[in-house]
C-alpha cells in the first residue's frame, strides 16, 4: 500500500503531538510529587510567567511567582529556605520597599521576598534581584493563580513586616522560628517582635462578637518573658505559619494587623510579643512630610472602614475607651432591608441588630419620649419594646423598631401629629413624622435616609377597655383593661426613663402568653428560632 506525502506528513504531526502530550504528562507529574514534598529542592516554573518579575516593579506570575519551599534548616541549609519575607502595607506615593527587601536580601540572600499590593503600584516599585511583586487584582488574561498567594509563598512560614524595617542580624528570623516552634501546638500561633522599643507596642485582648457586629479591645498585662494576648497595636514583624494564614478567610487584608487578629482571635489563637526589638528601623517617620501623612491617614481611615465592613463590623470599642462606628448614620440607609414575615434579614445570618441601628433607635426614642411628655401626650411602652423594658431595661438585642401606646384623644395636643392626615413632616431636627400606610398609627423615622423608626399606636377607652378601629395581623396587637394604665409608672429603657403599664408581667403575658419574660424567642419561630443555649 502506498502511503502519499500527506498521509505520511499527517502521521507523523500525530506522533509529534503524543510525543509532546507525553513529555508534558511527566513534567505534570513531577511538579505534583514536589508539591507533596517539598523538602526536595526549590521548585520550578510551573506555568509560563504572565507580566514581568523582579527589577523595575515585576509582577509575578504563576510561574515566576513560586518563591521558595517549606524545608528544615535555616541559615545555608541544603533543603532551602523556610520562611518568605512578604511585605503587604506600603504607600505608592511614598515608600521603602525596595530598601526593605535589600535589607533582608543583604543578610539572607536565601530568603524569598514577596511585596504584595491590591494593585500595580505607580511609581513601580524598584525591587532588587530577589524580590518579587504579587499584584492581588485578577488579569483577564492570567489564570486565577496568578493572583492567589498561597500559590506565592511555599515556605513553611511567612514573616509579614512593615514598611521601612530593617533586618541587622540574620539569625533573628531563627530567634521567632525557635520561639514559635517551642509552643507546640498550643494557643500561641503567632510570635511577633517589636520595630522600636518595645514600650510603643501594646498588647491587647480583642474579643469579636459578630452577632452583635462588635469588636472590643482592653488592655492586657506585659509578662516579663514576653507577653501573649490576642492583638497588637505598634510597629511590629509577625511570624505565622503559611499554613495558619492561608487558612485565614482574608490572610493578607489591609490593614494588615487588625484584619489579621480579628480573623486570628475568632480562632481563638493567640500571639506572644517578645520582648526585645529584633528589627530595627531604618526610616521613621515614614512620610517625608505632612501631606503625605494626611494622605496615609486618610488611606488607612478608607482601608479600615472597608475592611469592617467586609467582616460585618459595626462598632469597635478601643483599649482607650474611645469608640468606632462603622454602620448607619442619620445621612445612610439603616443595616437591613424591609422586614419580611417579622424576621429581619440579620436573623438568618446568625446575627441580632447592628449597634448603629439600636444607636438610632435609642435616640429616636428619647427624642420623641421627651416630645410626647412635653406635648401633654399619655403613652406606654407597648409590645416587644415592653418585653425589651422588662428583661433588658432596653430594646431586645435583635428588636428593628420602638413601639409606644398612645391615648388618641391626646393627639391633638402634638403639633408634629395633629397635621398628619396626609403626607409627612420633617422637623427642624431631621426626623421624618408621618401617618403610616400600613394601618391607623403614627411611625417617626430617624431620617429621610434612614427608616429606623418608633411606632405610635393610638387607642382609646371604651366601656373600661382600651381599643382601636384597625388592627394588624400581630396576636400581641388586642384589646386590654385601661386599668393596666391607670396609672402609669415609670420604667428605664433605652437609657431613658419611659413610662409603661402599672403590671407589665400581668399585661405581657395577657399578650404574649405565660412566661414570656422568662422565655426569650424570635418574634416569628415558624422562621427562625432562637437557640437559647447560645445567650
Not at 131 to 144: G, K, M
Not at 426 to 445: C, K, L, T
Amino acid at each position: 500500500m502506498r502511503v502519499s506525502f500527506c498521509q505520511g506528513l499527517l502521521t507523523g504531526a500525530i506522533a509529534l503531538n503524543l510525543l509532546i502530550l507525553y513529555y508534558v504528562s511527566q513534567a505534570q507529574q513531577q511538579m505534583m510529587e514536589k508539591r507533596r514534598d517539598p523538602g526536595r529542592g526549590s521548585r520550578k516554573a510551573a506555568l509560563p510567567a504572565s507580566g514581568l518579575e523582579g527589577g523595575m516593579g515585576g509582577l509575578v506570575g504563576v510561574g515566576a511567582g513560586m518563591v521558595g519551599v517549606g524545608g528544615v534548616g535555616g541559615e545555608g541549609n541544603s533543603h532551602g529556605p523556610r520562611v518568605t519575607v512578604l511585605l503587604r502595607e506600603f504607600e505608592n506615593f511614598e515608600n521603602y520597599v525596595g530598601d526593605v527587601a535589600r535589607s533582608f536580601l543583604h543578610q539572607r540572600p536565601e530568603l524569598p521576598f514577596l511585596a504584595v499590593s491590591d494593585t500595580p503600584p505607580y511609581p513601580p516599585l524598584s525591587l532588587p534581584e530577589g524580590a518579587r511583586l504579587l499584584v492581588l487584582s485578577p488579569s483577564p488574561e492570567q489564570p486565577p493563580q496568578a493572583h492567589r498567594p498561597e500559590f506565592h509563598v511555599q515556605t513553611e512560614f511567612v514573616l509579614l513586616v512593615p514598611d521601612g524595617v530593617e533586618l541587622e542580624q540574620g539569625r533573628a528570623v531563627e530567634r521567632l522560628i525557635r520561639e514559635l516552634e517551642g509552643e507546640g501546638g498550643g494557643p500561641v500561633r503567632l510570635v511577633a517582635s517589636p520595630v522600636l522599643a518595645r514600650s510603643t507596642v501594646q498588647c491587647l485582648h480583642l474579643r469579636v462578637s459578630l452577632r452583635e457586629w462588635t469588636a472590643t479591645y482592653s488592655t492586657a498585662a506585659s509578662g516579663t518573658s514576653g507577653s501573649v494576648c490576642t492583638a497588637l497595636q505598634g510597629d511590629v514583624v509577625v511570624l505565622i505559619r503559611s499554613e495558619d494564614l492561608f487558612n485565614l478567610s482574608v490572610p493578607l487584608g489591609r490593614p494588615l494587623l487588625p484584619s489579621l487578629f480579628i480573623q486570628t482571635s475568632l480562632h481563638g489563637w493567640k500571639v506572644k510579643l517578645l520582648e526585645s526589638p529584633c528589627f530595627s528601623p531604618s526610616h521613621r517617620p515614614l512620610f517625608s512630610s505632612a501631606h503625605n501623612q494626611w494622605k496615609a491617614d486618610s488611606h488607612l481611615k478608607e482601608a479600615t472602614s472597608r475592611l469592617m465592613r467586609n467582616f460585618g463590623l459595626k462598632r469597635l470599642l478601643l483599649a482607650d475607651g474611645k469608640e468606632q462606628w462603622h454602620g448607619c448614620g442619620k445621612e445612610t440607609a439603616r443595616c437591613f432591608s424591609t422586614v419580611r414575615d417579622d424576621t429581619p434579614e440579620y436573623l438568618y445570618l446568625e446575627r441580632w441588630t447592628p449597634p448603629c441601628c439600636l444607636r438610632a433607635l435609642r435616640e429616636t426614642t428619647k427624642y420623641v419620649i421627651n416630645i410626647l411628655e412635653s406635648s401633654g401626650v399619655r403613652y406606654w411602652l407597648e409590645g416587644g419594646s415592653l418585653l425589651g423594658a422588662a428583661r433588658h431595661q432596653d430594646i431586645i438585642p435583635w428588636d428593628y423598631d420602638v413601639d409606644l401606646g398612645i391615648y388618641l384623644e391626646d393627639v391633638p395636643n402634638c403639633d408634629y401629629l395633629k397635621n398628619l392626615d396626609s403626607g409627612s413632616l420633617v422637623d427642624a431636627n431631621g426626623y421624618v413624622w408621618e401617618r403610616a400606610v400600613e394601618g391607623d398609627f403614627y411611625r417617626v423615622q430617624y431620617s429621610e435616609a434612614n427608616h429606623l423608626h418608633v411606632d405610635l399606636w393610638p387607642f382609646y377607652p371604651r366601656n373600661g377597655v382600651m381599643t382601636k378601629d384597625t388592627w394588624m395581623e400581630h396576636k400581641q396587637d388586642m384589646e386590654f383593661p385601661e386599668h393596666f394604665l391607670q396609672p402609669l409608672v415609670p420604667m428605664p429603657f433605652a437609657g431613658v426613663t419611659a413610662y409603661g403599664p402599672n403590671n407589665h408581667r400581668a399585661f405581657l403575658e395577657l399578650k404574649f402568653g405565660e412566661g414570656v419574660i422568662e422565655n426569650p424567642q424570635y418574634p416569628n419561630p415558624a422562621k427562625k428560632r432562637l437557640d437559647r443555649s447560645r445567650l
